[in-house]
C-alpha cells in the first residue's frame, strides 16, 4: 500500500467537494465508480483515497500521481469532462489543487 512521504516525485492532488448531507452519499457513489472503473486505470494513477465530514458536508479526495502531466491528461480526458459535469451537479463547488509533500509525521 502507498504512504505519504517527502522521498518522492510523485504530484499529490488534494480535491474538496462542498456537498450537503442529502448528496453527500450520491457524490460519494460518483467519485467511487470515477475511481473504479476510469481514474485508477490512468497512466501514471498511484493510489488515492476519499473522506467523508462527519456532518456529511465535505469530501477530501486524496489521489497521487506519477507526474503532474499524468493528473492532467485524467483531468483533460473527454470520459473524465463528463463525469466532472456530473459531479458539479451534486455540489457547491470542487477544486483540485496540486501540491508537493513538505514534511510528513
Not at 14 to 25: A, K, R, W
Not at 29 to 57: K, M, P, R, W
Amino acid at each position: 500500500m502507498p504512504h505519504i512521504t517527502t522521498d518522492t516525485s510523485h504530484q499529490t492532488v488534494i480535491t474538496t467537494f462542498e456537498v450537503t448531507p442529502g448528496t453527500c452519499q450520491d457524490l460519494l457513489d460518483l467519485l467511487t465508480d470515477a475511481y473504479e472503473t476510469f481514474i485508477s486505470c490512468q497512466s501514471g494513477f498511484v493510489a488515492a483515497g476519499l473522506h467523508v465530514n462527519d456532518a456529511q458536508t465535505r469530501i477530501a479526495n486524496y489521489s497521487q500521481w506519477r507526474a503532474r502531466e499524468d493528473f492532467q491528461a485524467m483531468l483533460r480526458s473527454d470520459e473524465m469532462r463528463a463525469r466532472n459535469r456530473k459531479i458539479n451537479e451534486l455540489c457547491k463547488n470542487f477544486e483540485p489543487v496540486m501540491y508537493d509533500v513538505a514534511a510528513t509525521f
